[in-house]
């Protein structure tokens, strides 16, 4: 077997995770840039102890809450395009099923994340341990099943040398373009403290660069094929753009090709939204240029997107009796959807190898023209909806303009998860550069946007992170706020206050329902909460202040950039001000038969609409 060195398992795993390596822009780092723990009895002792003899190389840190550190991790790799990642350790029980959110964030928009929680004894003997959950039926079952569902890999280290095997497959997983996602080792809390010979060459260096698969010459006739006969055709740019690198070779593409662009939430940014050919956010939250376009085009060329729910207008967006798709993507899952054509392939050396089988073709001009037309429109009423106002409760769109006027585009990256923000700033924020815009929409968590942030500082510590959360979001997750302050990764936090949650009180009063159980205000309670977010932010270490109108923001914002830790900005607004340009329908079912008349009538606008879904294609 050639020479070994003896190490516990918990030792080796760290030991190879320090070996992973990647390069970026001709530079080797770590693949790894650190690993979020929160210690207890089932990790202190095997992965604490390893962690600390590794810190130089492998950093750890400390969060509040394992949901919380879970998301930072997540929050990163997306930050860093899937080219660098994290993971994240916890104790068993609460501690680790405390990631299963994040794993599932993780899962749904295709991120890497290691997961490494502890696990029983798989001696069995001191069963049942405390915090182990105990299946009367089946002895092998523990919390960490729960993983099983949101784990692209899942592995139970019940013996070291199954860690061999368990990690090279881990590295594949985290690594691969189609199959990315999180992955989930369940270390035995014994296991991790026992001593094995381990293969020195199992500690070998490695560094892995990014796989671009190269499109199969039938799927890239047919696709070009199909290009070609199209006679309105549009672009939908997904987040796979942006995790391939491919910005560059989109706008060359729609340029030489004079296609449009629409984006996805997770494509925004991929495209600099000032270009012509932009249109800006397309679907239910899309801009009304894009979404004119969509209706009318024969032809999407999807690339690196999903196409879920919100992108297509629950698929009753296109109208065209003749649309057709072509799928360009690296998971062959994605283009299987809606009858596409598929192209399976990476997205930066797809659309070169594309626009070279369109060498000579162009989309008719007019198609070009119609969108700077509808773009222009777009922009006079965005401009309207962003514009400064004296009122007392502003809208959700005019704090996006304080922000965008103060801040600019430039040197910012925004960060939002759920409810009524995604939205607005999907239609209404102008980014110029890739990954100037971070949404997580994919399972839109909410709690994700201060975790969320952290990690967006750790990958990109040169911007400005201004973190736009709901007064809701902030409830469900603001520690790490104390995280942020003690590591020293400042945020920008402006925290909208509409005293409930706003956006599923829209969505429910759209379905017919009566006002209730969403706003504070139509709440069972005895008195409504009358919380301080800025003295509570305040008592976390961060600089906060509550403004009482978009002209106290704006100066807010700017000293806010200057100050040197996280700042903690607070605004009221209104609850029920929407920005009514773009936006289409959502398949949101509403009740057949009610005793509210309201419902009624919005049960018969539902089935009108209904009727615009394709089934099929």
Known sequence: MGKTVRLTVAQALVRFLTKQMTAIDGEKLPIFAGCWAIFGHGNVAGLGEALYQARDSLPTYRAHNEQGMALAATAYAKAMFRRRFMACTTSIGPGALNMVTAAAVAHVDRLPLLLLPGDVFASRLPDPVLQQIEDFKDGTVSANDCFRPVSRYFDRIARPEQLIPALQRAMNVLTDPADCGPVTLAMCQDVQTEAYDWPESFFAERVWTQRRIRPDEDELAAAAAALKSAKRPMIIAGGGVLYSGASAELTAFAETHGIPVAVSQAGKSSIDETHPLA????????TSAANALAADTDLALAVGTRLQDFTTGSWALFKSDDFRIVALNTAPYDTAKHEAQPLICDAKVGLTELSEALRGWKADPRVAERARQEKATWFEAAGRALASTN?????????????????GADNTIVVNAAGGLPGELHKLWVPTTPGAYHMEYGFSCM??????????????????VVVMVGDGSYMMMNSEIATSVSLGLKLIIVVLDNHGFGCINRLQMETGGANFNNLWKDCAMVAEPDIDFARHAESMGAIATKVSAIGELEPALEAARANDRTT??????????VTEAGGHWWDVAVPQVSARREVEEAREKYETARRHQRVFN
């Open 279 to 286: 249109l800006g956010a397309v679907g239910v939250t899309g």
């Open 391 to 407: 009122s007392e409760l502003p809208s959700d769109a005019q704090v996006i303009g304080a922000v965008a006027r103060t801040l």
């Open 447 to 464: 709690g994700y946007e201060i975790a969320g942030g952290m990690g967006v500082k750790m990958a990109r510590p040169d911007k400005d």
């Open 568 to 577: 903690v900005l607070v605004i009221e607004t209104h609850p029920l001000i």
